[in-house]
Structure formats: structure tokens, C-alpha cells
């Protein structure tokens, strides 16, 4: 029996419709035209079905929705190709990867075939923000890749293509670790309890003892770091019965609650329930993941309103990484105060922002 493969796909989140209950449209890349603020998700190898990619999309919507300048902003999200003998294993061809190359970066560096001013082409790429989950930044990082060899041949040189590159954001959560130095901006979030990244240990080396989290800042590289002991709590000596690889530890409704059935229904092991009525009432220990899903949802709305402000002034507007650093942290010593303050085995019900910092946090966000 031969074997057949089904091919990648683009879409993009849309207006739900009577005709289109989902919100989601496939995407000719032919067609596509990158000239105002997007977002591109890049999910795990998983996403090889289009409710899963809409999904994806529809939570980077959800993470934004505070915002209201961005009732405009075009999300897509890919969903990957993947072959009979393993439906569940997405995978991208190069003819693929060439593909979206063409069709999204090199329209943006390039007129009639030839190289243009470099600033206009940073104020082009700054366009595009990047969410990618655990393979979707192997994704991002061969995309860049293959950009840049594009970008030789139409004549730019390498630190041209360095800083022309650098304005992609990538915002990665569970990043797959690749020996790759990346060309785009990157911030990553890494859990020390993620059930499936080894390779993250090393990075635990400089998790301060008295600190659930902190940041590694790169300045020259543009490449910041979230490291945590833990996304959800301390657990004590029991067993962390929650898969912290999962987007459902940050994943937000509209109305900015989080995903109960994801965080407790799917993500841990048969003998591991008792666990569930021990700390499905312990709401303190999930207002970490609020933390966490707070620092997500910055340094995405900073990309997104970089971009927005590069298109309304005409003028190259960077994401402020070192505010991006400094905002997380502030946010990361908010919720060490709330945890030495409530005691991590209590049950209480706080929020983690007073709503003086709630005002301050959305001038962080939002400016």
C-alpha cells in the first residue's frame, strides 16, 4: 500500500459566521500579503489537524484580547503535514518550508527581485511576531535559516541580514532545544517540571534556591530567558500530577480565567488522582500559572504594539527587551510576596494583582 502524506497547511482565525462556525479559513500562500501586524503560530509536532491549529490561534487571541488596538491583527497558525503510518507526528517538507519562506519573509526584503534599504526592511519583518510551542521553534529556527540564505543571494550582507532578522519576535512556551543559534529575538519560557525536556536541566543551575523563577537576559542577542522550579506550585513532596509541557497551564478564556479541565483532566497518571482532591481547591497555587500566563500575554502584547507603532509612525519601533526583563521580574516578586504571604498549602482565592497594579500592569503591556 503506498503511503500518502497530507501537506501542511496555513490558516488564519476569523469572524465565526453561520457559514463558518469554527472561525477558521485555509490560506493560499500565494495570496498572502504581509503589510500590517500579524502573528504566525507555530505549535508542537501534534498539530496535524485544523481544530488543533485554530485552537492554537484562538489562544493567542485570548491572551491579547485586553488589548483593543488589536481587533484588527491577522493570527495564523499552521497545521502540519503528517504521513498514514503516523497521523500524530507533523512534519514540514523543505519544498514546504521553501515555501512559506517565499511567501512570507523574502516579499519583505526584496522588490523585483532585488535587496532593498535595510530599514525598510526591518520596519517590513517588524510586522511579524512568532508564537511557537516545544517542534514550532525548530520550525521558526529553520524558517530563519533558510530566510537568511535567501537574503544572501539577493546580496545582503550577514550583519545586514543579523539586523534585519533580529526584529522577528519569537515568543516560545516549552521550547524543543535545537543546536541552532536563532536569527530572530527570541523569548523562551522553560518549566524545571516540563515531563518531556531533559535537556532543560542545565538551565536549573540558575534558579536562585529562594525563587520560583527568574530571567536570563542576552542584551546583545536579543534572547530572553523565563526559567521556573515550577508553572503551577509547590507541591511539597508529592508528586506534580500536572504536565507542564502543556499551553493549558497558560491558556486563558476571554474573561482571563484558565482551562480547569486541561489542568486537571488530562495531563497526569491513573495512580496520581488522589492528587486531584487535594489541589483542585488550593486556587493559590494556580494563581502562579496567572503569573505566568501574565508574562506570556506581555511580552506578546509588547511585540504586537511594536509592530502597530512601527506602521502608524513609519518609523522603526523595537520591542524593548530589557522592559519585557524588568516587567517580568516585577511580576515574578508580586507573586513570591503572595505565596510567603498565604503559605502555599492554604487555600485562598487571590488574585495576584491589586487593582493599582492592575492599572500599572496594563501600562506595561499597552504602551
Known amino acids: 500500500m503506498e503511503e500518502h502524506r497530507l501537506p501542511t497547511i496555513l490558516g488564519q482565525r476569523v469572524e465565526k459566521t453561520e457559514k463558518n462556525k469554527f472561525g477558521y479559513v485555509d490560506v493560499n500562500l500565494n495570496e ?73 519573509f523574502v516579499p519583505l526584503v526584496s522588490k523585483n527581485g ?12 517588524r510586522n511579524i511576531t512568532i508564537v511557537s510551542h516545544c517542534f514550532g521553534m525548530a520550525v521558526s529556527n529553520i524558517i530563519s535559516s533558510l530566510t537568511a540564505d535567501e537574503m544572501h543571494k539577493l546580496g545582503y550582507k550577514n550583519g545586514e541580514i543579523r539586523d534585519i532578522l533580529k526584529e522577528v519576535t519569537n515568543i516560545s512556551y516549552a521550547p524543543l532545544k535545537a543546536n541552532v543559534t536563532p536569527l530572530f529575538s527570541t523569548i523562551d519560557f522553560y518549566s524545571m517540571e516540563d515531563k518531556y525536556k531533559k535537556s532543560y536541566s542545565p538551565l536549573q543551575t540558575h534558579l536562585p534556591k529562594d525563587k520560583f523563577a527568574t530571567t536570563i537576559f542576552n542584551e546583545k542577542e536579543n534572547h530572553l530567558s523565563v526559567i521556573a522550579k515550577s508553572f503551577v506550585g509547590n507541591f511539597g513532596k508529592d508528586p506534580n500530577p500536572f504536565n507542564e509541557h502543556s499551553l493549558g497551564i497558560i491558556k486563558r478564556t476571554k474573561d482571563w480565567k484558565s482551562y480547569p479541565k486541561e489542568h486537571f483532566d488530562a495531563f497526569y497518571p491513573e495512580e496520581q488522582k488522589y492528587l486531584l482532591k487535594k489541589y483542585k481547591t488550593l486556587d493559590n497555587l ?28 513609519n518609523k522603526l519601533v523595537e520591542v524593548d527587551f530589557e522592559k519585557i526583563n524588568n516587567n517580568i521580574n516585577y511580576y515574578i516578586d508580586i507573586q513570591e510576596k503572595v505565596e510567603e504571604k498565604k503559605g502555599l498549602k492554604k487555600s485562598s482565592k487571590t488574585n495576584v494583582f491589586s487593582s493599582k497594579q492592575n492599572e500599572q500592569k496594563k501600562g506595561m503591556e499597552f504602551c
Request: glycine share 6%; aromatic share 10%.
Open 114 to 125: 532585488k535587496k532593498i534599504d535595510v530599514l525598510e526592511a526591518q520596519k517590513n519583518v
Open 286 to 313: 494556580f494563581s502562579r500559572t496567572e503569573t505566568i500566563s501574565e508574562c506570556f500575554s506581555l511580552c506578546l502584547a509588547e511585540s504586537v504594539s511594536s509592530s502597530y507603532a512601527t506602521k502608524d509612525t
Open 32 to 104: 498572502l500579503k504581509v503589510d500590517s501586524p500579524v502573528v504566525f503560530c507555530f505549535g508542537g509536532s501534534g498539530v496535524v489537524e485544523r481544530i488543533s491549529s485554530n485552537g492554537f490561534a484562538k489562544f493567542v487571541f485570548n491572551l491579547l484580547h485586553t488589548n483593543p488596538k488589536n481587533t484588527d491583527l491577522k493570527v495564523y497558525s499552521l497545521t502540519y503535514g503528517s504521513e498514514d503510518t503516523s497521523p500524530m507526528d507533523g512534519t514540514l517538507t523543505y519544498d514546504e518550508v521553501q515555501s512559506l519562506v517565499h511567501s512570507i
